[in-house]
């Protein structure tokens, strides 16, 4: 028996499983590879191109400890990091995934929002997570902050994977599916991009990482506005992406192109420290990543009122 809320995610991508304004060329190619569907009376999930979480090999998981190690002087820096990853890793050994590499800049980047919300005396209750692949980063967010509201945004067929997450990480939370129809009050809500407006709280806190550089500018956009009419004195935006990144459709996507804006207020700005190189068994043993990833946290200055009238009045 699946759970209500995934039901509803089947009955969406077996109709419209990438919503056509919403559905970059990256997801174009890789969503229509991407598996999610009954088969009998089982479901079939397949995951292509937003994320590793599995790795079972011994050689790989001793590969993943000399990895992290290279980052030590990073997480050295940071006081959340310990109680972080421990929690991570029971949460990582709870879903049956392995401590890859996505897990563990999960916990990192984490811990740089933990670190921050604590120096600034901010404790988020509404949390906008965006493309969060498997699930795993707002599972451990629900872990550690077990009274925040989650909304997890993101196409159909991923959504489904992090149902999956969220009902394995805690079967006791209250999920929803935000719809036409509604949804009632829950834990942990699932949100498809065309449906975010529909969303009526602020958001105290809303995270992106590797994920706003495979959508198209039309969705980008999209998100950006939403955490905008929902941003307060208290509200942050932390973004971690590519530089630049060129899709299979041959279009760009640059960081610094997103809609920023002069007045949005910025706590941490520049090269992602924890998202510079991996370890693998062919040469070269140490490999970079293609291109500099950037993380940069803000508060997102509110979207002036009225501002279609006002700029039509200027022309």
């Not at 960081?255 to 706590?267: K, L, N, R, S, T």
Request: glycine letters at 6%.
């Amino acid at each position: 028996m699946t759970h209500p809320v995934l039901d509803a995610l089947l009955e969406v991508i077996e109709t419209d499983p990438l919503p056509s304004a919403y559905t970059s060329s990256h997801w174009q190619r890789f969503g229509r590879e991407t598996v999610v569907e009954r088969r009998g009376k089982r479901l079939v999930f397949r995951g292509v191109q937003f994320g590793a979480v599995y790795e079972r090999h011994p050689a790989r998981r001793l590969l993943r400890v000399l990895e992290r190690a290279s980052y030590r002087s990073v997480t050295n820096s940071l006081q959340s990091y310990p109680r972080v990853w421990w929690t991570a890793t029971r949460l990582a050994r709870e879903c049956a995934f392995g401590l890859t590499f996505d897990i563990w800049k999960s916990a990192v980047a984490l811990s740089v929002l933990m670190d921050h919300w604590s120096a600034a005396q901010l404790s988020p209750t509404t949390v906008a997570l965006i493309g969060d692949g498997y699930g795993f980063f707002g599972a451990l967010m629900h872990r550690l902050l077990p009274g925040a509201r989650l909304y997890c945004m993101d196409l159909p067929k991923i959504l489904a994977f992090q149902v999956r997450t969220h009902e394995t990480a805690d079967p006791e939370a209250a999920l929803s599916f935000l719809s036409a129809r509604g949804a009632g009050k829950a834990d942990i809500t699932f949100v498809l991009p065309q449906e975010v407006e529909r969303v009526e709280e602020d958001i105290d806190c809303a995270v992106n990482i590797a994920s706003m550089q495979e959508m198209n500018p039309f969705t980008i956009a999209a998100y950006f506005a939403f955490l905008r009419r929902r941003s307060t004195s208290r509200s942050r935006f932390y973004c971690v992406n590519r530089l630049s990144k060129t899709l299979p459709g041959g279009e760009g996507v640059r960081f610094h192109a997103y809609p920023w804006c002069e007045d949005d207020e910025v706590f941490i700005d520049g090269p992602c420290p924890y998202y510079t190189h991996f370890l693998s068994f062919q040469t070269p043993w140490v490999n970079a990543f293609d291109g500099m990833h950037m993380h940069r946290l803000v508060r997102l200055a509110p979207e002036p009122p009225h501002r279609d009238n006002a700029s039509q009045h200027r022309r």
